[in-house]
């Protein structure tokens, strides 16, 4: 990861800012055991962005002591490749009195299911033993 390497090395003196939110999507997991410059946090960073794609400022909240290596990782991983950037997705407000009788009812519907599942696993069991 030559890219990498190079690049963090030129933008290690560099404050950096994020001006817009944008959304990060690995398209590739790095291999972390070709990098030099790594840190924990970039090994964090790397597997929540290759389940979803995640907003850059999602991601600074999650890690608010390390702000600037947030900064560092969506910089590096755009310039050597392994991720792209796109606008993020404005949150889609719902009215409250909706959202809340969908999320009663979610939990309703969820906690049914789980007693269902419940009741299974313990019949079952029970046949067993």
């Known amino acids: 990861m030559l890219a990498w390497d ?32 790594i ?7 790397a597997t929540l962005c290759a389940l979803a794609p995640r907003s850059v400022r999602e991601l600074q909240r999650l890690f608010a002591q ?12 755009v310039l050597s490749g392994l991720a792209v ?7 889609a407000l719902a009215p409250v009195g909706v959202s809340d009788g969908r ?7 969820t906690s049914e299911a789980s007693l269902a599942k419940r009741s299974f696993f313990k019949a079952l069991l029970g046949k067993l033993f």
Do not use: W
Request: aromatic share 4%; proline share 8%.
């Open 66 to 77: 390390g702000e600037q290596e947030v900064l560092r990782f969506v910089v590096l991983s």
């Open 6 to 37: 190079l690049s963090s090395e030129g933008i290690k003196s560099l404050p950096l800012q994020l001006e817009q939110d944008l959304s990060l999507r690995l398209r590739r997991y790095p291999n972390f055991t070709q990098i030099e410059r």
């Open 85 to 91: 950037l796109a606008p993020a997705a404005p949150l």
């Open 103 to 109: 999320a009663r009812a979610e939990v309703r519907s």
């Open 39 to 45: 840190s924990p946090l970039d090994m964090q960073l």
